[in-house]
């Protein structure tokens, strides 16, 4: 019999691996920039690794869900987050380091995978809104864990492999959570045909929703994996603005079910989008003290964007099944990933620009960041229009797409 809230507290604790990856690799970023004599771009290079793998991942056990099942994907994905670890660890340089990456995003893949179409299965309606949203809070909840472990570490004088480490202890936990568990049966018939998945997906507001999917996934993700770099000039610290942003989006998910219940999805994302835009301008223009409030207007707009983008495919072209969610959510991790190199060169660039003008040591790099950061404000204000036209769209339809 299915134990639901086993497998939901073991897709919550999968998702703090995730997290863990995400929040300590960019905390030890500067020392893997000065052990491997790598410049802002091969770092990028090395991010994008770990967004490239997760919609490789998400994709494939997107299609192959209904065939071999969430079971079979997160023992693949605790064997690829298992070895990508040990590989970090042992990487030797930067092509070690480029595959350890790789094989992380494609662990963090599987679990989208997996159990974004779980829990879906398992809940329906409010329930599943509010459980979709409680399980991502974890992926922020995990990154302020995560910020806060790797600031003591690195303050202790702890080495980027120790950190490295941590990571396995929430991966060792799903494991034992998810094992010998049954999972549920999918909720809908249809989502077990690809071509009738593929069908709803040909629809003019799926197609839509991936573009606004890679719209969200960059503003959400461009400044937060670069937040060490960017920010370490601030007169803030960098991985307690990260765990500060994290933490609000954590608790904000956690409410999430209610106020998307009264707002709806698309209302949700028009004023997420909106505060999002807010705060990364505040980021490129702000210092000391006042970047702590820019990271909670950029908190309170990017809190929603995950969940709720899964959530309305889920709930409004439901045909499209696992493979139209994970789909979505690769869309928004390959955007990411394209984009991590060129954030890198805009800061390489950045540098340039501002020291031509004569600036140098911190006063350099602060510039360099918030400039980098200006370039950043175009991904949420295009959001803008986009919601709204998504919202008003919506206004006019009172059935589900599901072709």
């Known amino acids: 019999m299915t134990n639901s809230k086993r497998l939901f507290y073991g897709s919550c604790f999968a998702l703090i691996t995730t997290a863990f990856s995400f929040s300590i690799r960019a905390g030890i970023l500067p020392q893997l920039g000065e052990e491997f004599l790598l410049d802002a771009q091969q770092l990028g290079f090395i991010n994008s690794m770990w967004f490239l793998g997760f919609p490789i991942s998400m994709i494939l056990g997107g299609l192959f869900y209904h065939t071999i099942g969430p079971k079979r994907i997160m023992q693949f994905a605790f064997l690829t987050h298992t070895l990508g670890i040990i590989l970090t660890i042992y990487s030797g340089g930067y092509t070690g380091l480029l595959l350890s990456t790789l094989l992380i995003g494609i662990g963090n893949g599987c679990t989208e995978a997996a159990c974004n179409p779980m829990i879906a299965d398992a809940y329906e309606g409010k329930t599943m809104n509010t459980l979709l949203n409680r399980f991502h809070m974890w992926f922020p909840g995990g990154i302020v864990l995560g910020s806060l472990v790797s600031k003591f570490m690195t303050d202790a004088a702890l080495g980027w492999q120790a950190q ?12 034992y959570l998810f094992l010998g568990q ?71 998910r956690y409410f999430g ?76 991790m390959f955007a990411s990933s394209i984009f991590q190199p060129i954030i890198g060169s805009w800061i390489d660039s950045s540098r340039i620009e501002q020291s031509a003008l004569g600036l140098t040591g911190t006063e350099l790099e602060l510039a360099a960041g918030q400039q980098t950061l200006t370039y950043m404000i175009s991904f949420p204000a295009i959001l803008i229009v986009l919601f709204a036209i998504l919202y008003f769209w919506q206004k006019k339809t009172t059935h589900p797409t599901t072709a």
């Open 164 to 175: 490295i480490w941590i990571i396995m202890i929430p991966t060792v936990i799903y494991a």
């Open 182 to 252: 049954e999972f549920p049966k999918p909720k809908v018939q249809a989502a077990a045909s690809v071509s009738e998945n593929l069908k709803a997906m040909a629809s003019p507001i799926y197609i839509f929703i991936l573009a606004c999917m890679a719209l969200t996934a960059i503003s959400e993700f461009g400044p937060q994996q670069w937040t060490s770099l960017i920010m370490s000039n601030s007169g803030a610290q960098p991985m307690v603005i990260l765990a500060l942003i994290t933490g609000l989006m954590a608790v904000g």
């Open 257 to 332: 079910g209610d106020i998307v219940h009264r707002l709806d999805q698309t209302g949700v994302l028009l004023g997420s989008a909106v505060l999002a835009a807010i705060g990364i301008f505040l980021f490129s223009t702000q210092t000391g003290g006042m970047v702590y409030v820019a990271a909670v207007f950029f908190a309170l707009g990017i809190c929603y964007f995950w969940p709720n983008m899964i959530g309305f495919v889920a709930e409004k072209i439901p045909a499209s099944g696992a493979l139209g969610m994970s789909i979505v959510g690769g869309m928004g």
